[in-house]
């Protein structure tokens, strides 16, 4: 004797289990920048700062350096670089161990 069971008796529901639908497309999103950012201190000459930005920031000019400088003296800090994390860490290291104050780096 062939017993066919309902799907009752296996407590299954009758309608089909239908999975949400995936999209395939992937969405790229960009790996946050970082600031490099040099604060004003009692200490550190003009001279030392402009060099320190000159020697540890690829590209830095002598008249952007100073620019920076004077913008730290001024208004207390400046963004001397910003780009990707492991960069900024970086600089950030290299600004630091040369005697500049720096401020925590922060997310663009």
């Not at 009752?8 to 992937?26: F, K």
């Not at 600031?35 to 930005?53: G, M, R, S």
């Not at 800090?77 to 922060?106: K, N, S």
Request: hydrophobic content about 40%; proline content about 6%; some cysteine.
């Amino acid at each position: 004797m062939v017993t066919t069971l309902s799907a009752d008796v296996y407590g299954m529901a009758t309608a089909p289990t239908v999975a949400p639908e995936r999209s395939n497309q992937v969405v790229q999103k960009p790996y946050p920048n970082y600031k490099v950012i040099v604060l004003n201190d009692d200490f550190n000459t003009f001279q030392h700062v402009a060099e320190c930005l000159m020697t540890y920031i690829p590209g830095m000019s002598s008249d952007r350096a100073w620019d920076l400088t004077n913008q730290v003296h001024f208004e207390g800090q400046a963004i001397v670089w910003v780009g990707p994390q492991e960069t900024a860490e970086l600089y950030h290291q290299q600004l630091r161990r040369a005697g500049l104050t720096m401020a925590p780096l922060e997310a663009a």
